[in-house]
């Protein structure tokens, strides 16, 4: 006979459970057929101190080859009694819907309407003269409309700002699978910082990548080529700045009390068609 001890956690007093008669275990089963006296039981949890107690003695007085279950010892599991959740948990839960973390997707430019009533020029003062002369010191995105080089030009450009002939700005625009021709800088330095896309760039015997956000230079008695890599079309800003020589003779030409001399004036016109050189753009 099997028994099945069920014994209380808190070493309580322990109560007997008849799970089995193995004398009655094989009434009706032919004497032909082979089956185990063995009572099946569930899988004990040892770790929570269940066991199986042998002993016993064989009815017949025979040798006991194979020790028989006495017992069965089982530790009755206590419910799980969840924790109270805490004032800062509970108040956690009870946050409305639009006082929770959203993902919010913003327009490619949020910004974007905020400089309309933005205008380009201004009234600004001249070098040298000291007057009051109208300028473009702005120029907001709706503005840009560049134009392409040539019927089959494949890029495009507009000149922004300009102040003399000492520095130039702009934007350029290279379509996709195009490249900006190789040209030379001459006496000019140029300045590109890529606004969207890729570019390859070759100034002199150098090839480099540039992404959105980088910017390169170009020194002055180099040639360059700009390539497109990107399968978008890319967007630079440059800037243009040479060696004004008329502004320099002019300078040198004033005198102390800001009078030019008569033996030391110097044609503007003509300095500039002494260094006029043919800009890139």
Avoid: C
Wanted: glycine share 4%; proline share 7%; no cysteine.
């Amino acid at each position: 006979m099997v028994r099945t001890i069920w014994s209380s956690p808190r070493k309580s007093a322990k109560r007997l459970n008849r799970t089995a008669n193995l004398e009655n275990s094989n009434v009706g089963v032919p004497q032909t057929l082979r089956r185990s006296p063995r009572v099946p039981y569930a899988p004990l949890e040892w770790w929570r101190n269940e066991k199986v107690e042998y002993g016993g003695r064989d009815p017949n007085g025979e040798k006991i080859l194979v020790p028989r279950i006495r017992a069965i010892i089982r530790i009755p599991k206590v419910p799980i009694v969840p924790r109270k959740r805490s004032r800062r948990q509970r108040a956690a839960d009870d946050k409305p819907e639009e006082r929770k973390k959203k993902i919010v997707i913003l327009p490619k430019n949020p910004e974007e309407g905020w400089d309309n009533d933005t205008q380009a020029t201004a009234t600004v003062k001249a070098l040298f003269t000291e007057q009051n002369v109208s300028r473009r010191i702005a120029f907001t995105a709706r503005m840009y409309k560049p134009q392409f080089i040539g019927d089959n030009s494949s890029w495009s450009f507009e000149k922004i700002f300009q102040d003399s002939e000492f520095i130039a700005g702009g934007q350029m625009v290279i379509e996709r699978n195009a490249r900006k021709p190789v040209r030379p800088s001459n006496d000019n330095t140029f300045i590109f910082l890529v606004i969207e896309g890729a570019v390859n760039v070759k100034i002199h015997e150098t090839s480099l990548i540039v992404t959105s956000g980088g910017s390169f230079m170009v020194p002055r008695g180099n040639r360059y080529f700009i390539e497109n890599i990107a399968d978008r079309p890319s967007k630079l800003f440059f800037s243009q700045a040479r060696r004004e020589v008329s502004m320099m003779a002019e300078t040198r030409s004033l005198s102390p009390q800001g009078q030019r001399p008569a033996s030391r004036q110097l044609s503007l016109a003509r300095a500039r068609d002494l260094q006029r050189v043919t800009a890139p753009f």
